[in-house]
């Protein structure tokens, strides 16, 4: 089983639309959680990071931890166009918590 | 521009050829990372440095792969004698000191073909 498991899509939606994505992950010492865009042929770019139970704001993105079910989201509301890239989740545990483990990714396609 | 820096975006080598791959980390951070990213792959840790000192390097290939951040200039990862199999995409990463390591800022990626 890998260590952090994530629907590669393709998920295609309507401008306008909540999009949802999701990791979950085996490694019960992960507690640091992120979330990264990427663009064809670009490097990563950091979204969001959250290290606790719950949900985190920012913008049209909420970021949720369920830690209890090894479940994380990223909610996009109002998604546009320029939303449309591979979206990867990112983990950390308390010990090693410079050494991230990434998701394979999502590629959404956002259409006008 | 005071994001990542890496060069070149682009390298091309013939097998056996040495590769060098150049990382300049976001100013006001300290610490570097270098991923790999092979196709159909997701991003894979390769190593953690800071300036003069190799933090874990856990992730790196045991032979032909070596890293360094000198006390001055950029982070280097080293390729020696390349294989079909190195090709890929690497990415460099950096963050400011303190406990917040895991909040890490890419670099666009040097993508290494070797024919």
């Known amino acids: 089983q890998k260590e952090v498991e994530q629907d590669p899509g393709p998920l295609s939606v309507p401008e306008g639309a909540i999009v949802s994505l999701n990791c979950t992950y085996s490694n019960s010492a992960f507690q640091y959680f992120m979330w990264y865009r990427q663009y064809s042929r670009k490097g990563p770019e950091l979204l969001m990071y959250t290290y606790s139970s719950g949900n985190k704001e920012d913008g049209r993105f909420t970021a949720q931890v369920d830690k209890s079910s090894k479940y994380i989201s990223l909610f996009i509301r109002d998604s546009q166009p320029s939303d449309s890239a591979t979206y990867l989740c990112a983990m950390a545990s308390g010990g090693s918590n410079y050494k991230l483990t990434f998701g394979k990714g999502t590629l959404l396609t956002v259409n006008p | 521009n005071a994001g990542v820096m890496q060069n070149p975006r682009h390298l091309v080598r013939r097998r056996g050829q040495e590769a060098r791959l150049r990382c300049s980390p976001m100013?006001?951070?300290?610490?570097v990372y270098w991923y790999r990213q092979l196709p159909e792959e997701g991003l894979k840790f390769m190593v953690y440095?800071?300036?003069?000192?190799?933090?874990?390097e856990s992730g790196m290939p045991k032979e032909r792969f070596s890293a360094e951040f000198p006390k001055e200039g950029p982070s280097i990862l080293r390729i020696q004698q390349v294989v079909r199999g190195d090709s890929a995409a690497y990415f460099c990463?950096?963050?400011?000191?303190?406990?917040?390591?895991?909040?890490?800022?890419f670099g666009p990626g040097t993508r290494l073909t070797v024919t």
């Open positions: 990463a950096s963050s400011r000191a303190g406990t917040r390591l895991y909040e890490q800022y």
């Open positions: 100013k006001g951070h300290s610490h």
């Open positions: 440095l800071q300036k003069e000192n190799i933090i874990d």
